[in-house]
């Protein structure tokens, strides 16, 4: 069972560097979301493609942020110019399947600490 | 927009009893969907039970249940036979459709006492 996965699991990087998260989303899988949870905090909407189409942004992504999904099968999101407050767990989640709902399945993250 | 509101930060039951889970949400929409989502420590979010609005019927998974109240906004979770296992943080979801990104409330930690 291939389900969702993402790279790197953990990233640590200096204030100022750029860093690039990928998800891999299920197969047969259409709609991809990128989300962002703090500690404590309920998972905050980032931006969602459908195939390779970015359909959606949130207010949260700033112009720091930028998120692709060439071919409508994985997705990256990099970060430039990182901040400390972009510290957090970037979580990936796709959904759309033959014959599904509308459920989303999620990876196990990318937690990224910017010292 | 749509929100989300867990008012238990945390929740503590006894192995083997029942415990639940409140959530309300506000929506002027009719149609759309409910989640429950379970996230244990430094482990991935799995997806726990689901609701769709339209159902009048309440959702049912093995030990968890659900009791949505369409008027009242109010989806709660119940666990029966609560386990080890079943401790963690347990987030609400609303879906307003396939197209739109789920808004979750801010969890509550379900810690099980052995």
């Known amino acids: 069972d291939t389900g969702v996965s993402q790279n790197p699991r953990h990233k640590i990087t200096k204030r100022g560097q750029n860093v690039t998260f990928r998800c891999d989303p299920i197969?047969?899988?259409?709609?991809l979301y990128w989300y962002r949870q703090t500690l404590g905090q309920g998972p905050e909407f980032l931006t969602y493609f459908q195939n390779e189409a970015q359909l959606e942004k949130s207010r949260l992504l700033s112009d720091r942020f930028s998120a692709e999904r060439p071919k409508g099968s994985f997705s990256t999101l990099e970060i430039q110019r990182t901040e400390q407050g972009d510290s957090a767990m970037y979580l990936c989640a796709s959904s759309g399947g033959t014959g599904e709902g509308n459920e989303q399945y999620f990876g196990p993250g990318t937690r990224l600490t910017v010292t | 927009a749509q929100t989300v509101t867990q008012s238990q930060p945390e929740m503590s039951v006894q192995e083997a009893e029942t415990v639940t889970l409140s959530c309300t949400y506000d929506?002027?929409?009719?149609?759309?969907?409910l989640f429950w989502y379970k996230q244990p420590p430094s482990r991935q979010m799995i997806l726990v039970i689901r609701q769709e609005a339209y159902k009048q019927q309440n959702a049912t998974e093995n030990r968890f249940s659900v009791n949505f109240q369409k008027a009242a906004k109010s989806f709660s979770l119940k666990i029966s036979d609560s386990q080890l296992g079943d401790a963690a943080m347990y987030f609400c979801a609303y879906l307003l459709s396939g197209n739109t990104p789920l808004v979750f409330g801010k969890g509550t930690r379900l810690s099980v006492i052995a």
């Open positions: 197969s047969e899988h259409n709609r």
């Open positions: 929506t002027s929409e009719s149609d759309y969907y």
